[in-house]
């Protein structure tokens, strides 16, 4: 089966929940299409695929909470390579980096480990959703706080109306457009 045929049988079982988490928001739901066996495999296939071909040299994957920690482990196992989480505020221990931003529904603040991220540190950074590009661009700013080298991004899904990848200054491919 071709990419494109597995992108297409993943986007079928996408959930669209509108007016969540509040009226005027279409909600792509990514939780609805892990239910299905076949839906998991393809994403897992075409996910690992594009991180190697697009980002042979990776050498971290960073996920964003939440729903980009289902992806980051997935990809850095694969490649043999290890991953890290971005979190929201209170949420991990030790010596934090934090950067506030604003989504698609009002604002957060992102922390990640201080030494998550080795200095020079090849990172790949991984969500489900490019929306308006708050977190995203957060997240960037995190791992280059690290000391990282952000090489590019990966998404899922994208809501192309939303602009978000005006706000971001690196390479991201998604695979999913809407």
């Known amino acids: 089966m071709s990419t494109n045929e597995k992108l297409e049988y993943i986007k079928s079982k996408i959930g669209t929940f509108p007016d969540f988490p ?67 505020k209170g949420k991990l221990p030790g010596d934090l980096i934090s950067v506030e931003y604003v989504l698609e529904y009002g604002k957060d603040i992102f922390e990640m480990q201080a030494n998550a991220i080795k200095p020079g540190q090849k990172v790949i950074i991984v969500d489900d959703l490019l929306a308006t590009g708050g977190s995203l661009k957060a997240a960037i700013e995190l791992v280059r706080k690290a000391g990282g080298d952000v090489i590019g991004g990966i998404v899922v899904m994208e809501l192309k109306d939303l602009r978000g990848r005006d706000k971001i200054d690196c390479d991201v491919h998604t695979l999913i457009k809407y």
């Open 22 to 88: 509040k009226k005027g928001i279409v909600f792509r739901d990514i939780f609805t299409a892990l239910r299905d066996p076949t839906a998991c495999r393809y994403l897992k296939e075409v996910l690992v695929q594009e991180v190697k071909q697009r980002y042979p040299n990776a050498e971290i994957i960073v996920g964003l909470e939440s729903r980009g920690f289902l992806f980051n482990l997935l990809i850095a196992t694969e490649l043999g390579i290890g991953c890290a989480p971005v979190r929201k």
